[in-house]
């Protein structure tokens, strides 16, 4: 039922980290309300919400911004307020405000329902495992531990340790390499369409996608991934068992 090889992405694959972001900053612009001029929380979400859909669909800065979260964020928050028609918001609030997301996000972190027993179960099973996950090596691994993932893998890939990341090519072959497994023998499974399903198909590697809100495949993409889950625990069936 099983591959001989998984590649688990972390962030809202197997712990919920990062969805939402729009209701996150409703509630940080709450505890701002007093620095930001009277504009709504509602207001102030959705232009920062829109600064950082455009800072990070730009090639360029998504990879600096991700390896220094707290600069790329109090800079997408001074362009959100920006175009509130409010000048050139002090740098102090947006530092302040892109501190208080990071930590908001760490409170509200947790595994998802089965993350343990799924991967365990493969282990057992004889899965040889590796997590690749972007981002900043402290933080990053900080969640590793915390959500006590260390030794479950067989191999542990974050991009602020390694030097390189999703989607880049050779994150997929580094560690499929480590594992000592071919592409036609390997699982990809993440949320990121680009980066779990786009990116490593094209290598070969079956790629399952982690759609833990169920909101289906947004129109117009490319992605076509070989296998839609909406909850960890599916990995365990085999597709044909549900027909």
Do not use: C
Request: hydrophobic share 45%; glycine share 6%.
């Amino acid at each position: 039922m099983f591959p001989r090889a998984v590649l688990f992405d972390m962030d809202d694959t197997l712990i919920s980290a990062y969805r939402l972001p729009q209701l996150a900053w409703v509630a940080i612009a709450r505890e701002f309300e007093a620095d930001l001029a009277g504009w709504s929380p509602a207001d102030v979400a959705h232009a920062v919400s829109e600064a950082a859909e455009r800072f990070w669909s730009d090639e360029s800065r998504h990879r600096l911004g991700r390896l220094n979260l707290l600069e790329a964020r109090a800079g997408i928050v001074r362009e959100g307020l920006a175009q509130l028609g409010a000048g050139a918001p002090d740098d102090r609030v947006a530092h302040r405000m892109s501190a208080r997301y990071d930590s908001y996000r760490n409170e509200q972190m947790f595994l998802f329902p089965h993350a343990h027993e799924v991967v365990d179960t493969m282990r057992d099973a004889g899965v040889k495992l590796a997590l690749i996950t972007n981002g900043a090596a402290r933080p990053q691994r900080a969640k590793v531990e915390r959500f006590e993932l260390t030794h479950r893998f067989h191999h542990i890939q974050i991009e602020g340790e390694h030097g390189f990341g999703k989607p880049e090519e050779r994150a997929y072959r580094h560690a499929m390499e480590v594992l000592g497994v071919e592409a036609h023998e390997t699982w990809m499974v993440g949320d990121n369409l680009e980066w779990e399903v786009i990116a490593p198909q094209r290598l070969g590697i079956h790629a399952v996608w982690h759609d833990s809100l169920g909101a289906g495949l947004p129109a117009g993409t490319e992605a076509r991934p070989d296998r839609i889950i909406r909850s960890l625990r599916e990995l365990l069936v085999s597709p044909t068992a549900t027909m």
